[in-house]
């Protein structure tokens, strides 16, 4: 197992001497003996902690934290500065700098351990949701392996469900749980056939039921853990398939017994599979898409939901226009323009929209692309 790593930069030998004598049980210690040198030191090493001592020849603390701050390789390294000032305007110039703390000399060995020790909490706190999400970014793309534009829906539309749960009126950190949880809707897919999950034709009723079962799957593989994130994750895999009426799968729920989430997810999943260009189809303009949504509630969506995902359009499209901007998916921002020059119209009419141009759409891309369009629904 790797040693946490700490550089320390002082030009005082009494000073380093005392941070060895305090640390080196603990820790690998790298030592610089000044500015230059500690930059060239953290570059190299890529320490867990740097402590930089302020007043220093040439590169006092300050220019190396900035400098620090400005590589990438470093920019992420928690820097505390050490100093015998008691200043309140130097210690405000160095957390501005970018120190995230102080160790003031004369040296406490229980003080200087115990932020020490605080700080690498705090990194191996971020490394774990890094690796937290990375993990869920995995599970989110094992069920459409397949799919160029895989990473792109997961997070664009657990963005969408992040926003219509806030809308609904779940806490900030409830909803942004339920971004990661609506990541992984679909992880179950990865145990269904590739000849089924990639089939270049409509699907048989045996084949239509192995797939349905994505869900069960799905829920299974995330039961595993009984972490909230995870119990939440593995009940949207399993009921984003419901349907409003009873008529949806695993399990035919209906109305309010269907979890929130789910039904969140479900709205979230659908508008993004119809506003998004696909081999098999062109994307539906928003319009056409919240028409879709409305005609399907009370039936397919919850209504409520679907009400208030177009109260929230326009933070609907500047989540859509956001993930373009990322993808660069030049064919998606030009279906989002067109959308966003009749947002203002659309949401100030809050009319009727006909079925004509969808019915259209859809006679023109035949049969199999239909189907496909409604596998993203059901």
Not at 267 to 295: G, H, S
Not at 329 to 337: A, I, K, Q, V
Request: proline residues 4%.
């Amino acid at each position: 197992m790797r040693q946490t790593t700490i550089l320390i930069v002082d030009d005082e030998p009494s000073t380093l001497q005392l941070f060895r004598q305090m640390l080196k049980d603990d820790y690998q210690l790298k030592f610089a003996r000044n500015g230059v040198d500690g930059l060239a030191a953290a570059q190299r090493f890529r320490p867990d902690l740097i402590l930089l001592d302020v007043d220093m020849p040439d590169l006092d603390g300050y220019t190396v934290c900035r400098k620090l701050k400005e590589i990438p390789a470093t920019q992420s390294i928690p820097v505390i500065f050490v100093t015998a000032s008691n200043d309140e305007s130097s210690e405000s110039k160095g957390f501005q700098s970018g120190a995230v703390d102080y160790i003031h000399k004369p040296l406490s060995p229980t003080v200087t351990r115990h932020r020490i020790s605080t700080h690498l909490s705090l990194v191996n706190a971020r490394e774990l949701e890094k690796s937290q999400e990375a993990a869920i970014y995995m599970l989110g793309t094992a069920g459409h392996f397949s799919d160029n534009d895989t990473g792109v829906h997961i997070w664009r539309m657990a963005d969408y469900a992040q926003a219509l749960a806030k809308a609904a009126g779940w806490s900030q950190a409830d909803a942004g749980q339920l971004r990661l949880a609506a990541a992984m809707h679909d992880t179950g897919k990865i145990g269904i056939p590739d000849t089924i999950m990639g089939a270049p034709r409509v699907l048989t009723p045996t084949e239509r039921k192995i797939m349905e079962n994505h869900t069960v799957i799905g829920a299974a593989i995330l039961s595993k853990s009984d972490t909230p994130l995870f119990t939440l994750a593995a009940e949207v895999a399993r009921s984003h398939h419901e349907r409003w009426d009873g008529t949806g799968y695993p399990d035919g729920l209906a109305k309010n017994a269907i979890p929130e989430s789910a039904r969140i997810v479900a709205i979230a999943d659908v508008f993004d599979a119809l506003t998004t260009k696909r081999p098999y189809k062109q994307a539906w303009i928003v319009d056409e898409a919240i028409a879709k949504l409305k005609n399907d509630s009370g039936t397919h969506f919850d209504a409520r939901l679907v009400a208030l995902f177009e109260q929230n359009l326009e933070r609907i499209l500047t989540i859509k226009k956001q993930w373009s901007i990322k993808s660069v998916d030049l064919e998606n921002r030009s279906t989002l323009g067109q959308a966003e020059s009749r947002v203002v119209a659309h949401s100030a009419s809050n009319g009727r929209f006909g079925k004509s141009s969808e019915q259209k759409r859809q006679a023109e891309q035949g049969s199999y692309h239909t189907q496909k369009i409604a596998a993203a629904q059901v």
